[in-house]
């Protein structure tokens, strides 16, 4: 297994890896047919919604803002609500643990003068009589409210005697918790406790239980003291009211903090528009200045940064627009200039040319050097020739007087022709895309093969001329049909034509809606491919033809530096 396949099946999301396993497969087999067929469009469904959300989430500023400053808002409101309840809760337990140790004190001081020493008395009734009498005065204090609960527990009874004396519908060994019972009864035996002694006060949270399942638990105070000898007191303070109180302060802190939240999605979203819109105008007015609209400027509003981005944006804009009227009045006056120059030269042309033409037909009555300068003169006047044309078809193309008549045609044939007038190489300039690139391929091919090579598929028609001389460097190959460029500037002006005849095949390519384009490597040779629709009109979306070496060339390249390793 490569690293990236293992990579690949780390980013694979546990849905897929779930449904491809082969326990996966096995549960998806014995679906029913209309089940599976819901699960294929509800992640059909989740596939859709999920892109839209994230294009939406990478497009919009203002979605991210907001969503982001939401998500903080509510982990800062959750924190800071879950301490405060906390706080809250920690303050009522605090003020209920002095007031049970308030409460429980009154009552202790109250029932030591009652309590019996059951080893002094020969009835085992009469102390278990008076604890009983003793809880129901101390529960009276509660009043109608029942804000706690007595219990008395014996100690030191037969085991005929009732230990416990208090409500009959709690459950109390499940309500007094046995640590708390451990605890009173080691400070009960330590010392003796009576009227002139204070028994240390013990509490603990616990909960009221009831025998009867209809009456729910509830969370309480525990509170225990010795009395006497052979009693203990326990209280027990149910939390109610706090429970209620803290209930209240939750449902408060909640709606709170969900008005806080929306009011501060509203504020992010009310300040980031306050931002983004501006930058939207902004996107939208260079769209439009873009699109060729060089009059469009942005409104500025007040003097702050978005209305000094304003105001750049249109002085930039103003400048632009300057500068581009000024190409363009330079450029028609270049255009007017070849133009002029290219028709004025025609006629003198002309007659030079009858002129030379009738000293050639009779350069053998010359002598040797006469007709030697002759022949030079003939040659030199058809270079001169093929450059006015040239100049003619590019001023054309800047006039937009260029038309296309489409025909069907051949293209092997097209070829065919081109190919043979290239291998001649007798100096004469083409005035078509082929003949171009195949005379560019011959005349920068070092004498090396041109392969020629064509492809047709169901929308287009592919043509790519390959060398294997001097190539191109990188950067060049949109360079090389710029007009009058030239590859090497030293190069002599005898050889590489005269820097328009890819400039106009370009053109050309571009008026029959096609595409010519260029591939390159210093010392391996260029590949120059064209691409045209096979109907005129028709938008191309591909070629039928690589650009660059095929992959029987690749494949020998390679097999070539792995035997020299």
Request: proline share 4%; net charge positive.
């Amino acid at each position: 297994m490569t690293v990236a396949s293992v990579r690949a099946g780390r980013r694979r999301p546990w849905t897929t890896a779930l449904r491809r396993s082969a326990f996966g497969r096995a549960v998806i087999r014995r679906l029913p047919a209309r089940l599976k067929r819901w699960l294929r469009v509800g992640r059909r469904w989740q596939r859709s919604i999920v892109a839209r959300l994230r294009l939406q989430w990478h497009r919009s500023l203002q979605l991210r803002v907001v969503s982001t400053t939401l998500v903080l808002s509510v982990l800062v409101i959750a924190v800071l609500g879950f301490f405060l309840v906390q706080s809250v809760a920690a303050g009522l337990l605090n003020s209920a643990e002095k007031s049970a140790i308030s409460q429980v004190e009154s009552g202790r001081t109250n029932a030591l003068g009652q309590v019996l020493d059951p080893q002094q008395l020969g009835d085992a009734e009469a102390p278990a009589s008076v604890a009983r009498s003793l809880a129901r005065a101390l529960q009276q204090a509660s009043g109608s409210t029942g804000s706690y609960l007595v219990f008395i527990q014996l100690t030191n009874l037969t085991a005929a005697t009732v230990h416990w004396v208090g409500r009959p519908d709690v459950n109390i060994p499940a309500t007094i918790p046995p640590t708390l019972i451990k605890r009173v009864g080691d400070d009960q035996r330590v010392k003796p406790f009576d009227n002139a002694n204070s028994a240390p006060i013990t509490y603990e949270v616990t909960t009221l239980v009831y025998n009867s399942s209809q009456e729910a638990s509830v969370p309480a105070l525990a509170v225990g003291v010795p009395l006497g000898a052979f009693y203990q007191l326990y209280y027990v303070f149910p939390f109610t009211q706090q429970q209620a109180t803290l209930m209240l302060v939750q449902r408060i802190l909640a709606g709170v903090g969900v008005a806080l939240v929306a009011l501060l999605a509203a504020i992010a979203s009310l300040v980031t528009r306050w931002v983004v819109l501006p930058v939207r105008h902004a996107a939208q007015a260079a769209q439009r200045l873009s699109a060729g609209h060089l009059g469009e400027r942005m409104q500025v509003l007040g003097v702050d940064d978005l209305a000094a981005l304003a105001t750049s944006f249109n002085e930039m804009a103003a400048s632009l627009q300057g500068q581009l009227r000024e190409l363009e009045d330079l450029s028609s006056v270049q255009r007017r200039f070849v133009s002029d120059v290219s028709h004025e030269l025609r006629t003198p042309l002309t007659t030079i040319k009858m002129a030379v033409d009738l000293l050639f037909e009779s350069r053998g009555e010359l002598d040797l050097a006469s007709g030697r300068a002759v022949e030079l003169l003939q040659s030199q006047l058809e270079r001169f020739e093929s450059l006015l044309v040239d100049l003619l078809e590019i001023s054309r193309f800047d006039a937009g007087a260029a038309t296309l008549d489409a025909e069907l045609v051949d293209v092997c044939d097209l070829v065919r022709r081109s190919a043979d007038d290239a291998q001649q190489l007798a100096g004469r300039r083409v005035e078509r895309i082929l003949r171009n690139i195949l005379v560019n391929a011959v005349v920068h091919g070092e004498g090396k093969d041109v392969v020629v090579t064509t492809a047709i598929d169901s929308d287009a028609v592919a043509v790519s001329v390959r060398d294997y001389g001097v190539g191109l460097r990188p950067g060049e190959e949109q360079k090389v049909f710029d007009r009058f460029w030239r590859a090497d500037p030293a190069r002599a002006r005898t050889t590489g034509g005269n820097g328009l005849g890819l400039a106009i095949s370009l053109e050309d390519a571009r008026l029959h809606g096609g595409w010519l384009e260029a591939w390159g490597e210093p010392g391996k040779g260029s590949v120059f491919r064209l691409t045209l629709p096979r109907v005129a009109g028709q938008e191309l979306a591909g070629s039928p033809l690589p650009l660059g070496p095929d992959k029987a060339e690749i494949a020998t390249s390679l097999g070539a530096v792995t035997s020299n390793g």
